[in-house]
Nanobody, 128 residues
């Protein structure tokens, strides 16, 4: 069992930037963080969960949804068991609960259809 905990959410003004973190724990040697493709999703009230992007196991190979490409950047630090979502040029439409997800057998593109572990989410509110 892998536990994912997001942090870094909060209130930010439109046009601003914010970086979210997702820390993984509970992995074993055969189930270590660096074996997992990590991704980010968001879900606004009344909306379906939206895939934002993902990063492959070896800190390379990213895939982004068209809706955030060029504004959001996903990275990871395997030594810290942490994945990051850097968000820039935020607008009120980015207000949402942001989740990280992981799967050892997904690619950055296919993670959007198959997440094995989810975090509990962190809330981002963008003020006008």
């Amino acid at each position: 069992q892998v536990l994912l905990v997001e942090s870094g959410g909060g209130l930010v003004q439109a046009g601003g930037s914010l970086t979210l973190s997702c820390i993984a724990s509970g992995g074993t040697a055969s189930n270590a963080f660096d074996r997992y493709t990590m991704g980010w999703f968001r879900q606004a009230p009344g909306e379906e969960r939206e895939f934002l992007g993902a990063i492959g196991r070896d800190e390379d190979g990213t895939y982004y949804a068209d809706s955030v490409k060029g504004r959001f950047t996903i990275s990871r630090d395997n030594a810290k068991n942490t994945a990051y979502l850097q968000m820039t040029s935020l607008t009120s439409e980015d207000t949402s609960v942001y989740y990280c997800g992981a799967n050892p057998i997904s690619t950055p593109k296919t993670l959007q259809w198959s997440v094995k572990y989810w975090g509990q989410g962190t809330t981002v509110t963008v003020s006008p």
